[in-house]
């Protein structure tokens, strides 16, 4: 694992810090650059996709905004523990942390192997548990952690059980969470439906997928953002999914 705090920016700039896991790509890279262009500072948390973080972080910076590079694996404890202490060294007071870093991959909970299973769960639900840990007791003057779940959470889909399994228990740890840590700190989740395809999926799956949309349509990036803001910003809600799939939830 290797941590990297920028130093470049003064101690005097008192930016609320926001943590978000997997922030290098895709709906992680959505959500910190949002955040940077609306007052925080940025803890942008990477694993694999060096690259692809560097650019995004020069793309904060070019902002004017403090960003620290956090590469570590999620799956490992130890890694999670080094991020957050690196950060105790900012100036910046974290605020926010969204858990956004998860993966997917089909599967079978028949036939599905031990060590797929402890992959899924270690990074899709426990590393959210320990990021969170971790958080709260960083938030001493409140803050808000934001998971962000799926709308498989609430679904039977078999070819990806170890997945729904993962989010359903993110879910239930937003819940539970949310109770243990008020009033300080406030957990909240979003759960999007269909919203980013991916480079390996054909167009004719995400097309199907999409007709079964009540909406017909996949949402919209500046859509979650808003839902994102939202509960930034209303500090009388915890605890709460909130379901960003079109109506996707109720098919």
């Known amino acids: 694992m290797i941590l990297r705090m920028d130093s470049e920016f003064p ?14 790509i895709r709906v992680g ?51 999670i523990e080094g991020m957050f202490t690196t950060v105790d060294g900012s100036p910046h007071h974290l605020k926010l942390l969204v858990n956004s870093a998860a993966m997917i991959a089909p599967s079978n909970l028949v036939n599905m192997d031990v060590e797929a299973w402890d992959e899924m769960m270690n990074l899709n639900t426990r590393a959210v548990w320990l990021c969170s840990r971790e958080a709260a007791k960083r938030m001493t003057g409140g803050g808000l952690i934001l998971n962000i779940s799926d709308v498989g959470a609430g679904k039977n889909w078999t070819g990806y059980g ?11 740890l937003t819940r539970v969470m949310a109770r243990q840590l008020a009033p300080q700190v ?10 980013l395809r991916s480079e390996n999926q054909p167009a004719g799956d995400w097309d199907r997928l999409v007709e079964k949309v009540p909406l017909q349509r996949p949402a919209r ?25 079109g109506g996707y939830q109720l098919v």
């Open 11 to 24: 101690a005097a700039k008192t930016l609320p810090l926001a943590i978000v896991t997997g922030a290098a």
């Open 29 to 79: 890279r959505l959500i910190v650059l949002h955040l940077a262009g609306n007052g925080y500072a940025i803890g942008l948390h990477f694993h694999s996709s060096r690259t692809a973080a560097e650019e995004t972080a020069e793309e904060i910076r070019q902002m004017g905004v403090p960003v620290h590079l956090l590469e570590g694996d999620l799956t490992r404890p130890e890694d």
């Open 162 to 172: 170890g997945y729904v399994v993962s989010k359903a228990a993110v879910e239930s």
């Open 186 to 195: 406030r957990v909240c989740a979003i759960a999007p439906g269909l919203l």
């Open 221 to 245: 990036a500046s859509e979650l953002l808003q839902v994102m803001d939202f509960l930034i910003e209303n500090e009388y809600i915890t605890g709460e999914v909130v379901s960003l799939s």
